[in-house]
């Protein structure tokens, strides 16, 4: 028999009253409700709740203007909740719902929480079949593993923080406040390697930031969160007409989150900007949020003539003369009064990008004034964080001969025919969805130009590079098809079927990878820089296509899958993913 029942009413005074005789757990005992209706503009709007009185809640939203959207409200009631099965019950609905993209969520993201409570497991298990009680109301379209899957679940705003994300926010937030209220210029940088948060925390910050500055109801926010001080009239004053943007260079990233703020009350599609955009502007920023700031570009060879213009015009707009060494970096401090920068200096994957010495400067200095923010828990690769570290260490050659963690049941494998590893791969995408097959840049793109050809071909498998450079990850196509570094950085795949081609290689006689520069196709990534008269050495291009590999080689949750072109590359990196994987 089901422990839990849903009652639904219309959300209205009458209803109320009414719901009210017959049952104790009305007035006095803890439940979750979900009020649904449709916003000003006619769009479906959701608000979860949790109260130990659900009938006084109840009247209470009635009265609130702001809740005049809700036409029903469903109430979750079980005879073994508790405050902490509520809270976590709570935050696990508004997650499934920002993620399936059905409503707009209404709530702020202050109260999100992941604390542990006895058997939360148990509890848990129930949240599923609660959740499939209200998926055969219509309260969601799609089911948990097609919504944990969406960008719309992995980008959310509504996302819990790990324990050291949380203390980054609180800290970045209190010290913000204070120097908005000083007058005084700040500079943040989150650090962190692939799979600790970097762009849930700046995604966060600009969902929190804006309750603060908006809120009108102090009964909305969570007493018993971390951040319920900040939801104070001083701090929304100071906060008023602040204008806050969120830089993300990547253009494939860069639309995915722009999907999520058109889903998300408070913040606007308008304030997501590409690094050109900030330069260009004519009216500065309060605050900017960098996203992968490992991205941003220093003077060089753009994709386009058009951009290279730009950059010119931009450098002699900010600094009265077009001067080299300035860099997307310097259009940001001269363009805004704060700045947060989310940073891993080992993802710089072209020439274009800045360069490692500067990200470090940037770390530096943020270290010195106690603005640095290291994140270490991985919340992406269920192998943790030592598994990145183990890839780093491989791609640098520097992987212990005797001593290896323990990968518990990560799906790592090696694979000596194409054919079987995009097999696999193809079952894994039809057991969990989002199974891609990805590569290094070691083959032309002849598909771009004759979208009958074929890129990759080997061992009678023949595949093409990425059809679309925007969202390629989510696109029907992609499951048959190659993505690149460009079309990967910053997303999460379940499985990676990762294809290392003949641009690594390895010399058994030193132990050292190095660089085959022919077989680099990328041309974008080894031109030299003849704007800034750089000339880059096997040694530099080593180091680009170290970090892209690193890239691709951690963005599988569940699982990778490893193929190596090169035969010596093969044999050393089979020996020692295999010695981790059958010890």
């Avoid at 609130?64 to 409200?73: D, G, I, L, S, T």
């Avoid at 060089?300 to 060494?325: C, H, M, Y």
Wanted: aromatic letters at 10%.
């Amino acid at each position: 028999m089901t422990p839990f029942e849903i009652d639904r009413l219309n959300f209205t005074p009458s209803a109320i009253s009414d719901w009210t005789a017959g049952d104790e757990r009305r007035t006095n005992w803890p439940v979750v409700y979900v009020l649904d209706g449709a916003d000003s503009a006619g769009a479906g709007a959701v608000y979860v709740g949790e109260t130990v009185n659900a009938v006084a809640r109840m009247r209470q939203h009635l009265s609130n203007p702001a809740k005049q959207v809700f036409r029903h409200v469903r109430v979750v009631i079980d005879d073994t909740f508790n405050k902490s099965a509520c809270l976590d019950l709570e935050s696990h609905l508004i997650r499934w719902l920002a993620g399936d993209g059905q409503f707009t969520v209404m709530n702020g993201n202050e109260g999100i929480i992941d604390a542990r409570y006895f058997e939360r497991d148990r509890y848990r298990h129930s949240f599923r079949d609660i959740f499939e009680k209200l998926r055969s109301e219509g309260v969601f379209q799609r089911s948990i593993p097609e919504i944990e899957n969406s960008d719309l679940f992995k980008l959310s705003p509504f996302k819990v923080l790990t324990p050291e994300q949380a203390i980054a926010v609180e800290d970045i937030v209190e010290g913000l406040l204070a120097d908005i209220k000083g007058g005084a210029s700040s500079a943040s940088v989150i650090e962190g390697q692939p799979g600790t948060g970097k762009t849930i925390v700046a995604i966060f910050l600009m969902k929190l930031l804006a309750d603060i500055r908006d809120h009108a109801d102090a009964e909305e926010v969570e007493p018993d969160s971390m951040f319920a001080d900040f939801f104070v009239p001083g701090n929304r004053e100071l906060l008023a007409g602040l204008r806050v943007g969120f830089v993300v260079p990547q253009q494939s990233l860069r639309e995915s989150i722009r999907r999520v703020f058109k889903k998300t009350p408070k913040v606007t599609e308008a304030q997501i900007v590409t690094p050109f955009d900030v330069g260009a502007s004519d009216q500065p920023w309060d605050l900017l949020i960098v996203d992968e700031t490992h991205r941003l570009n220093q003077r060089a060879n753009q994709s386009s003539g058009v951009n290279n213009k730009r950059f010119i015009t931009i450098n002699e707009k900010l600094f009265g003369v077009d001067d080299p060494s300035k860099t997307q970096l310097d259009w940001i401090r001269a363009q805004s009064r704060h700045q947060i920068y989310l940073v891993d200096v080992e993802q710089t994957v072209r020439p274009a990008d800045l360069p490692s010495s500067v990200l470090r400067s940037l770390v530096d200095q943020a270290r010195s004034t106690h603005r640095r923010y290291p994140l270490s828990s991985q919340m992406r690769v269920r192998a943790g964080a030592d598994y990145v570290q183990f890839i780093r260490e491989l791609l640098r050659g520097q992987v212990n001969a005797t001593e290896g963690p323990d990968f518990g049941d990560y799906d790592l494998r090696f694979f000596d025919n194409l054919a079987t590893m995009r097999r696999e791969i193809s079952n894994r995408n039809d057991e969990h969805g989002l199974a891609r097959l990805i590569a290094g840049y070691a083959w032309d793109w002849k598909s771009n130009r004759d979208k009958e050809a074929f890129d990759i071909e080997l061992d009678g498998v023949r595949l093409r590079w990425n059809s679309q450079a925007k969202d390629w990850i989510n696109s029907p196509a992609s499951v048959h098809e190659v993505g690149s570094i460009h079309t990967v950085q910053g997303y999460d795949l379940n499985y990676a079927g990762v294809i290392i081609g003949n641009d690594l290689r390895y010399d058994p006689g030193s132990r050292q990878l190095y660089v085959d520069r022919a077989s680099y196709r990328d041309a974008k990534g080894k031109e030299n820089n003849k704007q800034r008269g750089i000339v880059y050495s096997d040694d530099d291009l080593l180091e680009f296509i170290r970090n892209i590999y690193g890239v691709l080689l951690t963005r599988g949750i569940r699982g990778t899958y490893v193929y190596v072109c090169d035969a010596a590359l093969r044999e050393y990196i089979s020996h020692h993913i295999e010695r981790r994987v059958t010890r």
